[in-house]
């Protein structure tokens, strides 16, 4: 009777120790770099070539599911009040923006097909394309390309983040745009180039921060 006690309990130890090594075995999923958690918040900064500043804050107010099973969350710029709501979905592999509204006015872009903001992986020179239009039916054509991984300082702390530029042809003007996303924290820093006119937009702050 205590031999085959020793028998179960060793089978016991050995089933617990393989389902320890198949749960160490899973794969870690990649790192989100446009994280959409709903009530999250993030605070910039944005410093034109002119030397004027102004701050706006980034808030995700709500999420809701489409017929297709796919989240969509939308996202409120204020400065200090809303401005702007964009509506993301997070399909695998990429973060797609669905349309724009434009609080002040009262219109509204809808991406026809949506607008990538970015694929992954985000690996130095893969790249991306995307044709469609936007307010008004204007044409929009946009080259993306990752760039090398930069370490970045901003007021909201320093983080190791990948680089992503953007190259954009709208209504007969050309911008560039060059974003760099932290893992598990977004957009901490992006440089805009149109037409002459530059700025540059830094993290101050963001909700989920680790306080002291």
């Known amino acids: 009777m205590i031999r085959g006690s020793r028998q179960t309990a060793l089978v016991t130890l050995a089933l617990a120790l393989l389902a320890v090594v ?18 999250d918040w993030w ?39 809303p401005l702007i709501r964009d509506r993301y979905v997070k399909p695998p ?6 349309d724009e509204e434009y609080l002040g006015s009262g219109g509204r872009a809808s991406f026809d097909p949506p607008r990538p903001i970015l694929q992954y992986p985000l690996r130095p020179g893969a790249s991306w394309q995307w044709s469609g239009t936007g307010r008004g039916g204007i044409r929009i054509e946009e080259a993306s390309e990752v760039l090398p991984s930069e370490r970045v300082e901003t007021p909201a702390g320093r983080f190791d983040a990948v680089k992503v530029v953007v190259r954009i042809a709208q209504g007969g003007a050309q911008a560039t745009k060059t974003s760099w996303y932290a893992a598990g924290i977004g957009l901490v820093r992006q440089a805009t180039d ?10 101050i702050d963001y909700s989920f921060k680790r306080r002291k």
């Open 194 to 203: 149109s037409g002459g006119v530059a700025s540059t937009t830094d993290l």
């Open 22 to 39: 198949l749960v160490s075995a899973k794969p870690k999923p990649p790192p989100d770099y446009f994280p959409l958690r709903v009530n």
């Open 43 to 81: 605070k910039y900064r944005s410093t034109q070539a002119s030397g004027a500043i102004s701050e706006f804050t980034l808030a995700v107010i709500s999420e809701d599911k489409r017929a297709d099973g796919l989240l969509r969350r939308t996202v409120e710029l204020s400065n200090p009040n």
């Open 93 to 98: 592999g990429s973060v797609l923006l669905v």
